[in-house]
Each structure stands twice: as C-alpha cells, then as structure tokens.
C-alpha cells in the first residue's frame, strides 16, 4: 500500500517532465496526446486512491474494500495500454531518453495494479474469513 501513492505521483511527474522537456520536446500528434492521457488518467487514480488509503489504515477487520475496484482499474489499463503503445513505437518516434521514461511509467502503473490488486484480495479474503 505504501508504493501506490509515490508510484501514481512518479508518473506524474514523469508526464509532466516529458511534457516539459525543451531539449527533448515530444512530437505533436499521438505521443503528445496520450502523454497527456496518460497524465490525467494517473492525476484521477491519485485523487480517488487518497481517500480509499486513509479508509483502509483505519478500516475494522470485517470493513468492506472501500471502494468500487473497476473504477479503479480502468485508469491503470489506460496509463498502461497507451505507454505500451508508445514504448512499441506506434504512435510515432521517440528519443531513447523518451522511450526510457514511458517504461518507467509503465513499470509504476504495473506495480500500482498489481499492489491493488494485493490490497482487495486481503480484503476480500479477511471478509470471507469472518
């Protein structure tokens, strides 16, 4: 649980960076776009998470997964279909500093599915104990 936040805020970051680099701009066109997607779709998962994290640290044993995992899950299958996307070289060409960063981004959204994926099945699985 504790890597969600910083992984989320790490593509962020990233994001911007790209979206920002003077010396290195990305190609107008689809590497811009879904940079920007993906951007945005990770700054939504952040707002959602915060609230859904400080339910879980305080959350009774018998507690419900405080959240809705579908909707929490699609913003993750977009930061990483579309950094697949332009990791592959699909969308248009990119320097290898570029591309170096989108499998960074990559690795951060897969880590985040899989440690919320971790997180509802110990959820679910305290539910089915009691």
Do not use: W
């Not at 929490?72 to 950094?83: A, W």
Request: glycine share 6%; hydrophobic share 40%; aromatic share 4%.
């Amino acid at each position: 649980m504790d890597q969600i936040l910083p992984s989320l805020a790490s593509i962020m970051y990233q994001c911007k960076a790209l979206l920002n680099d003077p010396h290195a701009p990305l190609t107008d066109g689809e590497p811009q776009a879904f940079t920007r997607i993906i951007h945005d779709k990770a700054q939504s998962l952040h707002r959602q998470l915060v609230p859904i994290i400080n339910a879980l640290q305080t959350r009774q044993p018998g507690d419900s997964f405080p959240g809705d995992m579908h909707d929490l899950r699609t913003p993750l299958v977009s930061i990483i279909g579309y950094s697949d996307i332009l990791v592959e070289g699909m969308a248009g060409e990119l320097t290898e500093k570029q591309r170096e960063t989108f499998i960074e981004i990559n690795t951060c959204g897969t880590d985040v599915r899989l440690a919320m994926e971790k997180l509802y099945e110990m959820v679910d699985a305290e539910l089915h104990e009691t």
